[in-house]
């Protein structure tokens, strides 16, 4: 905020990587309550009035921390399937709390596939998504539409979307291509001759190319929903 200065009319970022909407790191990261709770201070201050909060977006991006927490805290795959339900109640309490403060309009991401990302798939020499990863994701992103749908229902307004990252993420990745990498000794790989292209940066996090090609294919949803044109 003290560097934000006019840019703050613009809007502001309350995440923090790896939070959730559950403690994910002990008390160490703010969970998406907390930083909505900043979010409320902002309103309560004077910040962001009730107007600017009708005339904006919000967007809440869960990107499965709390369920990798989940699986080093030794989750099994039975509990996983337990664990979706409590994520989903969690983040539609949120999502109320979003509205009650003044929001007219959140865009909700879904899941990507997060066993097509690298240190899921490096275990097939980059081949091969893990299946049994995106069926969670799959499970995750079916309890997220029915409680976007129910809320919209209740509300009686159109005031909350998926981006639909899952379809996204895919489409972008099968366009990619099929370079090969392998640990072997013989050459499975062909080094990128221009990195920038590069989808992913490390083995979980696409580069800022990669969240291009991301939005290209979520511009003409994200439009239609915000009726910006």
């Known amino acids: 905020m003290k560097l934000g200065g006019k840019k703050l009319r613009n809007g502001m970022n309350f995440a923090y990587g790896g939070s959730g909407v559950f403690n ?13 709770d900043f979010f409320e201070k902002l309103i309560n201050d004077s910040l962001y009035t009730k107007r600017d909060l009708q005339s904006s977006v919000v967007l809440v991006c869960l990107a499965g921390n709390d369920y990798a927490a989940y699986v080093l805290r030794d989750g099994s795959v039975e509990g996983l399937q337990r664990f979706i339900p409590q994520v989903i109640n969690q983040l539609t309490l949120d999502l109320k709390r979003i509205k009650a403060l003044g929001a007219t309009k959140v865009a909700v991401t879904s899941l990507e596939p997060l066993g097509c990302l690298p240190r899921m798939t490096q275990m097939s020499a980059f081949q091969q998504c893990n299946t049994t990863q995106n069926l969670a994701v799959g499970y995750h992103n079916y309890l997220l539409q029915q409680a976007v ?12 979307f998926i981006l639909d990252l899952y379809s996204s993420f895919t489409s972008v990745l099968e366009q990619k291509g099929d370079s090969q990498a392998g640990r ?5 790989y062909t080094v990128c001759s221009d990195p920038k292209s590069a989808f992913f940066w490390d083995a979980s996090h696409p580069t800022e190319a990669g969240w291009h090609a991301v939005y290209t294919n979520l511009k003409s949803s994200l439009e239609q929903n915000l009726k910006l044109y």
């Open 24 to 36: 994910t790191l002990g008390d160490l990261l703010p969970n998406v309550t907390t930083q909505i």
């Open 184 to 188: 072997q000794s013989a050459k499975m």
């Open 149 to 160: 749908d129910k809320l919209n229902n209740e509300t009686r307004t159109s005031t909350f």
